[in-house]
């Protein structure tokens, strides 16, 4: 199976700051990457597929990129709603797998 | 609008057996793979099992092979997870999920999730 590897596992930010959470797997993914956004007792929300592409009605200060095995999503400008805990997921190949999740918290 | 709605999940003891149920409504269920995530308390989620949109093609995780049975029923828009020989490291929020129509693997709709707890 494929791993995911993500980091950090949390951070703490501002209102205005830009994040970043990086994603590595175990082996070439292409582009075969997806970004969740999961809050307290809700479901995952799908932001962000191909790496890069953002999901229709997802905010564009949500960014996505790189391709093989290094990703990246950055929230460029941190508000409110954005404290979450956001997942990376690769859909390669079977079975697939899930990054163990970054909580970003309120400073 | 797209609507999931999970239920049959509740408390059942190690060795014990659940169904659940995924309630499908607002898209043409037949065109699409469904799947069932998993997340245990406090931990992160867990790819279950798929199914395409005619039943072709069905994949388990390791975890649960052997143990579970995806099934649906394109005439009634429903998803099922057949669940036996339960384990408490089964114990977690189980979400139904649609899969793209291409490519396999990626979530686009979620429901809200049934809890299975698995305790004697």
């Known amino acids: 199976a494929i791993r995911i590897t993500q980091s950090p596992s949390s951070l703490s930010a501002s209102t205005g700051d830009r994040v970043t959470i990086t994603c590595r797997a175990s082996?070439?993914?292409?582009?075969?990457l997806a970004w969740y956004q999961q809050k307290p007792g809700k479901a995952p929300k799908l932001l962000i597929y191909?790496?890069?592409t953002l999901q229709s009605g997802v905010p564009s200060r949500f960014s996505g990129s790189g391709s093989g095995t290094d990703f990246t999503l950055t929230i460029s400008c941190l508000q409110s709603e954005d404290f979450a805990t956001y997942y990376c997921?690769?859909?390669?190949?079977?079975?697939?797998?899930f990054g163990q999740g970054t909580k970003v918290e309120i400073k | 609008e797209v609507q999931l709605v999970e239920s049959g999940g509740g408390l059942v003891k190690p060795g014990g057996s659940l169904r659940l149920s995924c309630a499908a409504s607002g898209f043409t269920f037949s065109s699409y793979s469904m799947n069932w995530v998993r997340q245990a308390p406090g931990k992160g989620l867990e790819w279950v099992s798929s199914?395409?949109?005619?039943?072709?093609?069905?994949y388990y995780a390791d975890s649960v092979k052997g143990r579970f049975t995806i099934s649906r029923d394109n005439a009634k828009n429903s998803l099922y997870l057949q669940m036996n020989s339960l384990r408490a490291e089964d114990t977690a929020v189980y979400y139904c999920?649609?899969?793209?129509?291409?490519?396999?693997?990626?979530?686009?709709?979620w429901g809200q999730g049934t809890l299975v707890t698995v305790s004697s």
């Open positions: 999920a649609r899969g793209v129509v291409s490519p396999n693997g990626l979530f686009d709709y």
């Open positions: 082996q070439g993914i292409s582009s075969y």
């Open positions: 997921q690769q859909y390669y190949s079977y079975p697939w797998t």
């Open positions: 199914i395409s949109s005619s039943s072709s093609y069905i």
């Open positions: 191909a790496a890069s």
